[in-house]
């Protein structure tokens, strides 16, 4: 059974301290790793895909990273408005559902 | 990606009712989901709604409590019935094209069920 977990659960920081969010995953063949978005009352923002071992994707001040095993969703001199939850989720090779993470809460503190 | 609009964006309804969610999307696309977010909670499947046959169910879901139209590519509902207090939750739809690939979605529907 493919499995998500997210470290920490919650991660405050102050502005401009810069760190990562952990994604640990189990899945039968990876068909993707993706991260999203989400802010409190709104649906997920798709932030990016990953799809093999080494792959990297940067966005503004993020940048997603996978492994065989996790991704990490680094934040490089993080402002308040990147507070939100994170949430990783996977597509397995023998499913076309996403399996969730139960995300990092993040709050970057002025 | 696709712009999701969902109806009613937040609702408080009483025990024993039954409410319908309005997924409309502004293209037409493949696949559309419909999930769960119990507060504090990251998203459950509830169903996969097919266009012209049944939705498919995840464990734990069934249809005479979750039935689910798609008459078209681009428009789904999701109807929550005899509903308890349990059933307060964020309800979202999503969309992907095609069987691989991103899932974006909605900006949800919170339930409040008294």
């Known amino acids: 059974e493919d499995q998500v977990t997210q470290s920490p659960e919650a991660l405050r920081l102050q502005e401009g301290e810069s760190s990562s969010l952990n994604c640990s995953y189990t899945?039968?063949?990876?068909?993707?790793l993706f991260w999203y978005r989400q802010d409190p009352g709104k649906g997920p923002e798709f932030l990016f895909t990953l799809y093999s071992a080494g792959e990297e994707k940067e966005k503004e001040r993020l940048k997603a990273t996978l492994t065989k095993k996790e991704s990490f969703l680094h934040i490089t001199a993080p402002k308040p408005e990147d507070s939100a939850t994170y949430l990783c989720?996977?597509?397995?090779?023998?499913?076309?559902?996403?399996?969730f993470g139960p995300g990092t809460r993040l709050s970057v503190l002025p | 990606s696709a712009v999701i609009s969902q109806k009613p964006s937040r609702d408080i309804c009483q025990r024993g009712t039954s409410l319908t969610i309005q997924c409309q999307v502004d293209s037409q696309v493949t696949m559309m989901f419909w999930y769960r977010q119990q507060p504090g909670q990251s998203l459950t499947l509830i169903a996969t709604a097919n266009q012209g046959s049944e939705a498919t169910y995840e464990s734990g879901f069934v249809i005479d409590k979750f039935p689910i139209s798609r008459p078209n590519l681009t428009f789904s509902t999701l109807t929550v019935s005899n509903m308890s207090p349990e059933d307060s939750s964020i309800y979202l739809c999503?969309?992907?094209?095609?069987?691989?690939?991103?899932?974006?979605f909605g900006e949800g529907s919170r339930l409040t069920v008294l």
């Open positions: 989720a996977v597509q397995g090779d023998y499913g076309q559902n996403f399996v």
């Open positions: 899945v039968s063949g990876l068909r993707g």
């Open positions: 999503s969309v992907r094209q095609g069987v691989v690939g991103e899932l974006f």
